[in-house]
Nanobody, 121 residues
């Protein structure tokens, strides 16, 4: 059993900052890609940022220059530093990771429970 637990969401004014954290725990053999997705009301869930195990990153255009994804492999944790937040960043943010459990021969994609980020204008 492996799981992802997020923290750090909340309410912030436009222009403010928040830092999301997501820790993977359980019977983990290895963690490959980690990332963050978000889903606004009435919209589909979209990728925000990914980070590979070697640190290579990818961002959606709308957050480039404002958000920074990082990871601590020793702690099995991924972070999302969000600066210069805008009302359109309001969404439920989900942690995502491609991991292999010690009990399974293959990698699978796992999701966190989501954390609400609300940016007021």
């Amino acid at each position: 059993q492996v799981q992802l637990v997020e923290s750090g969401g909340g309410l912030v004014q436009a222009g403010g900052s928040l830092r999301l954290s997501c820790a993977a725990s359980g019977s983990i053999f290895s963690i490959n890609r980690m990332g963050w997705y978000r889903q606004a009301p009435g919209k589909q869930r979209d990728m925000v940022a990914h980070i590979a195990r070697d640190g290579n990153t990818e961002y959606v255009d709308s957050v480039k220059g404002r958000f920074t994804i990082s990871r601590d492999n020793a702690k099995n944790t991924v972070y999302l530093q969000m600066n210069s937040l805008k009302p359109e960043d309001t969404a439920v943010y989900y942690c995502n990771a491609v991991m292999r459990s010690v009990w399974l021969p293959s990698e699978y994609e796992y999701w966190g429970q989501g954390t609400q980020v609300t940016v007021s204008s």
